[in-house]
């Protein structure tokens, strides 16, 4: 960030401790000393382009601040130990779209029908919400009053879920099924017994 955007930041964090819900437009005026809403909208788009925060369209006081949580990628791993200094970042990997996101869930994975995609049991599922998938696509799928996780491919207007085992049967989506597309999988976290 910029000195002048973390006025900005500083101003509205301090604002939502005090008040309790975010400041209006002309507060951040006020509270930063600029006479000119416009320049504070400008602002404002800069910092949400950024992931510095986040608004709610439509609204008078739908500013929040995200979470800027980012953990660094220290190399590759073949053979050797990785060491936490600061010339071995290579980068850092940010936390904020799945972090800041409501259209974002986990789901814990139960079974072994997706085991052949990487997805084991008890593992964590990142779901996006989504109505529309592309074949191939591994999904969460409401069928019939059952949830499951599974390929997605659609053909000539056909549905099927496919697991990535073999000893399950693929699902095929029939005329008069009760059959939704929750979201869709775009990551999972695998706890190996280092947290909680």
Request: glycine letters at 10%.
């Amino acid at each position: 960030m910029t000195d002048k955007q973390k006025r900005y930041v500083d101003f509205i964090s301090d604002f939502i401790k005090e008040h309790g819900y975010p400041p209006s437009i002309r507060e951040i005026a006020k509270g930063v000393g600029v006479t000119s809403t416009s320049g504070v909208k400008k602002m404002l788009d800069k910092l949400t382009f950024s992931g510095i925060i986040r608004r709610k369209e439509n609204m008078a006081r739908g500013i929040n601040i995200n979470v800027l949580k980012k953990i660094p990628l220290l190399g590759r791993i073949k053979a050797g130990i990785p060491t936490f200094s600061e010339e071995n970042i290579e980068k850092f990997i940010d936390l904020n779209p799945y972090l800041n996101n409501e259209e974002i869930f986990f789901l814990k994975a139960e079974g072994d029908s997706m085991i052949e995609a990487g997805i084991m049991d008890g593992d964590y599922l990142l779901v996006k919400k989504t109505q529309t998938l592309n074949n191939s696509e591994i999904g969460i799928f409401r069928i019939n009053g059952e949830v499951t996780v599974k390929r997605f491919y659609k053909s000539d207007g056909n549905i099927k879920l496919l697991p990535s085992n073999l000893r399950y049967k693929e699902i095929h989506v029939r005329e008069g099924d009760e059959f939704e597309i929750v979201g869709k999988v775009v990551a999972l976290l695998r706890n190996l017994g280092g947290f909680g």
